[in-house]
T-cell receptor, first 116, second 114 residues
Framework: AQSVAQPEDQVNVAEGNPLTVKCTYS??????LFWYVQYPNRGLQFLLK??????LVKGSYGFEAEFNKSQTSFHLKKPSALVSDSALYFC??????????????FGKGTRLSVIA | EAGVTQFPSHSVIEKGQTVTLRCDPI?????LYWYRRVMGKEIKFLLH??????QDESGMPNNRFLAERTGGTYSTLKVQPAELEDSGVYFC?????WGTGELFFGEGSRLTVL
């Protein structure tokens, strides 16, 4: 079965500092990995994805994530946080080696607060 | 281009009543998904339509939940009768392709069952 763990409910960081939001996953085969962000009173928005190829993926708003197969992780990072980055972040996985329509499985989310 | 729209944004009902949530996907998106998030928990998959066909409904909690997508356009999710544990935010999403494609989400319908 597929699963995603986001070990931190809340991450606090000062504006201008680097940020990391952690995600680990479990699939039986190889993963497709995604990050989504939810701003207050909005729907989830796609940030970036790892499908294949380069392990470092760059996405919207200066975010990037690194796929680490040995550690089964896909941590989200940004070199310099902005107050406007404060939101709820969700990691998601789909097992690409399972035939048929397996759904995208989400974690429980991590709330990022960037303090000015 | 209009995004995914959901209605109502918030519904408060008594246990035992019926509620119908509606989702209008992005035009041209054949794939439509329903997800639910209970406070502080994971966003859980409910079901997936491809056009008007139910591709995967493995996440539907029980037979009190009924989803339809007549004509392959908008979708409805009916809960009848509602129970306290049905409270949460119901998200609808749509996509052009399944698999590697990104999902476009609506703002969600918050359901409170008293």
């Amino acid at each position: 079965a597929q699963s995603v763990a986001q070990p931190e409910d809340q991450v606090n960081v000062a504006e201008g500092n680097p940020l990391t939001v952690k995600c680990t996953y479990s699939v039986s085969g190889n993963p497709y990995l995604f990050w989504y962000v939810q701003y207050p009173n909005r729907g989830l928005q796609f940030l970036l994805k790892y499908i294949t190829g380069d392990n470092l993926v760059k996405g919207s708003y200066g975010f990037e994530a690194e796929f680490n197969k040995s550690q089964t992780s896909f941590h989200l990072k940004k070199p310099s946080a902005l107050v406007s980055d404060s939101a709820l972040y969700f990691c998601a996985v789909r097992d690409r080696t399972i035939s048929g329509n397996t759904p995208l499985v989400f974690g429980k989310g991590t709330r990022l607060s960037v303090i000015a | 281009e209009a995004g995914v729209t959901q209605f109502p944004s918030h519904s408060v009902i008594e246990k035992g009543q019926t509620v119908t949530l509606r989702c209008d996907p992005i035009s041209g998106h054949d794939n439509l998904y329903w997800y639910r998030r209970v406070m502080g928990k994971e966003i859980k998959f409910l079901l997936h339509f491809v056009k008007e066909s139910k591709q995967d409904e493995s996440g539907m909690p029980n037979n009190r939940f009924l989803a339809e997508r007549t004509g392959g356009t908008y979708s409805t999710l009916k809960v009848q009768p509602a129970e306290l544990e049905d409270s949460g935010v119901y998200f609808c999403a749509s996509s052009v392709e399944w698999g590697t494609g990104e999902l476009f989400f609506g703002e969600g319908s918050r359901l409170t069952v008293l």
